[in-house]
Every structure is written in C-alpha cells, then in structure tokens.
C-alpha cells in the first residue's frame, strides 16, 4: 500500500509564496506521474500541476508562470512551489501518485489533502 503524506500549506497573504511537499512511503513513486490537485468549496477537484517519472512538468493553466513543481527521486518526494499566491488558489491540496502498469492498467493513489488559504 502507497501512503503519501503532505506537509506544508496555512494561511498567506495575496501576492506571498507556499511550498507545499509529497512523501511517499512506497518506491513505486520512482516509475510514477506525481501530481498536485486542489478542490476548492463547491467545486470540483482540478489538475495543478504533474511531473511524470522523467521529471516532465505540466500546469494548469491558471498556474503558469507562478507554480513550479519538482521531484527527488531519491527521497521519494514531490514539492509544488507556489509564488504570487490569488485568493482563488485557495482550496485543498492533495498529492497524487499515478501509476500506469501493464495493458494500461493503472492506480491511482491520494494524500490527505492541506489547506492553502491565501487571504489578507
């Protein structure tokens, strides 16, 4: 079983920066897609941003330019920095783990979920 659990997150002022941090307890991270996703209330879950196994990003585009997303293969760790925080990045946090084996067959697995509020 695949445990990730996330640190970092509170309460920032608009325009402050959050660097949020994935570990996961499992070494089937090093052949997996990381990714942050965020839920804000009374909306649905959405992509942030991935890194696959290679160290390829993607953003939503809402966070380009200001995300950064990285991954130490070493320590089983994925982080999401994020710089000129809006209001509307506020929402919950969750690390994705996502794992695509043979015949296409694929897991997925989900942290906990940290709150990020940006707010002054």
């Known amino acids: 079983q695949v445990q990730l659990v996330e640190s970092g997150g509170g309460l920032v002022q608009p325009g402050g920066s959050v660097r949020l941090s994935c570990a996961a307890s499992?070494?089937?991270?090093?052949?997996?897609?990381m990714g942050w996703y965020r839920q804000a209330p009374r909306k649905q879950r959405e992509m942030v941003a991935t890194?696959?196994?290679?160290?390829?990003?993607t953003f939503a585009d809402s966070v380009k330019g200001r995300f950064t997303i990285s991954r130490d293969n070493a320590n089983n760790t994925v982080a999401l920095q994020m710089n000129s925080l809006k209001p509307e990045d506020t929402a919950v946090y969750y690390c994705?783990?996502?794992?695509?084996?043979?015949?296409?067959?694929?897991?997925?697995?989900w942290g906990q979920g940290t709150q990020v509020t940006v707010s002054s």
């Open positions: 994705n783990l996502h794992y695509v084996g043979s015949y296409n067959s694929y897991r997925d697995y």
């Open positions: 499992h070494n089937l991270f090093k052949v997996s897609t």
């Open positions: 890194i696959t196994s290679a160290g390829t990003p």
